[in-house]
């Protein structure tokens, strides 16, 4: 990569919750930096884990504001500057730049968040798409719908996968019985509502659900407050959350609607038995892997459930998905990309 061109990566994520985006973001951030020792993350006011990352660090600003006011100020001081943003949004008055859309949710459920983040994507992204000297995104699936919705050239977007972290679990398991892990309980574009209506079901096959998240209270006060077989867990560290996934007797993720699906990775990788609606998506990165169900099907779901346990995940395909799903070849794949748009 030339050295007379400053590159920067937009380092917002270091300040959120690890959810799925972050942790690519992170993953392809720790993986660029070890090719390109130089290339620093640029980050915003205030403390957090800097995740062993090569930082420089705002004095003043947060969130929004320095995204889009702070970040292109900072970036018009260094002329030559190229700045790489890996979690959607990027600030919208500088052109310099590689944005990473993983999904267009904001455009398909009005329900799912809240009308002043839905119209600013909807006012923000495609922008983003047209002045963007280039996009990444991290399915087929996802590249299709930009090129539609938009009417973005296909050679100016490029699927890099997404990596699998670091995974540290316990090998104690955390709960006696068996049990159904659920991610993104709370939070509605993540569909929970169809397997907590399934709970009386669920108790009779003897298995008990987990619930992780903390996106919103929807269903605090609503789904089986008093259901002895249901744990809903608010957000828990990384090993919690892995040791949870390891020791459960499948991931369900019921999301009718991905850019990839973080978290069905992750469980497959560690040998865990998913669940998922039957969706294009799910197919295109991880085959005949999962236990498929038809989506927004009740009945479909519940026939599924006596697959758990019959169908054995090997070391081979746990290995398959770690050589598919690697940060160092997504980083190797940005920097070809980097170095084709060069100034």
Same mark, same amino acid.
């Given at each position: 990569m030339p050295s007379a061109q400053r590159i920067f990566i937009n380092g917002k994520f270091l300040s959120q919750k690890a959810t799925g985006v972050q942790k690519f973001a992170v993953g392809i951030s720790l993986a660029l930096q070890k090719e390109h020792p130089n290339m620093v993350v640029l980050v915003p006011h205030g403390k957090f884990s800097f995740q062993g990352l090569q930082v420089r660090q705002s004095k003043w600003g947060s969130g929004f504001i320095w995204e889009q006011i702070g970040l292109p100020l900072f970036l018009l001081f260094n002329k030559k500057a190229l700045l790489i943003n890996l979690c959607n949004s990027a600030p919208l008055l500088y052109r310099n730049q590689v944005v990473t859309i993983h999904d267009l949710a904001f455009l398909k459920n009005k329900q799912w968040f809240s009308t002043s983040f839905r119209l600013w994507y909807q006012f923000l992204i495609p922008r983003l798409c047209n002045k963007s000297m280039a996009i990444l995104t991290v399915s087929d699936f996802i590249k299709k719908e930009i090129i539609n919705r938009f009417s973005i050239l296909s050679d100016k977007i490029t699927v890099v996968h997404n990596g699998i972290p670091l995974m540290e679990y316990d090998a104690q398991k955390p709960y006696s019985f068996k049990y159904l892990l659920l991610t993104g309980i709370y939070n509605p574009r993540k569909n929970a509502a169809l397997v907590l209506s399934l709970m009386p079901q669920i108790k009779k096959m003897g298995y008990h659900i987990v619930g992780v998240g903390a996106d919103s209270g929807i269903f605090k006060d609503a789904f089986l407050k008093e259901e002895n077989h249901l744990h809903l867990l608010a957000y828990v560290d990384d090993k919690a959350y892995y040791t949870l996934m390891k020791h459960a007797s499948a991931l369900v993720f019921p999301s009718e609607y991905e850019g990839f699906g973080i978290p069905v990775l992750e469980a497959l990788t560690l040998e865990?038995?998913?669940?998922?609606?039957? @969706? !294009?998506?799910?197919?295109?990165?991880?085959g005949e892997l999962p236990i498929y169900y038809t989506a927004m099907?009740?009945?479909? *779901?519940?026939?599924? @459930? !006596?697959?758990?346990?019959?169908?054995?995940?090997?070391?081979?395909?746990?290995?398959?998905?770690?050589?598919?799903?690697? *940060?160092?070849v997504s980083a190797k794949m940005i920097s070809e990309i980097l170095i084709l748009h060069k100034k």
């Open positions: 865990t038995p998913v669940i998922v609606p039957d @969706l !294009p998506v799910y197919r295109e990165s991880f099907d009740a009945d479909s *779901f519940l026939k599924q @459930l !006596p697959k758990i346990g019959n169908e054995q995940y090997q070391k081979k395909d746990a290995l398959h998905l770690k050589n598919k799903f690697n *940060f160092d």
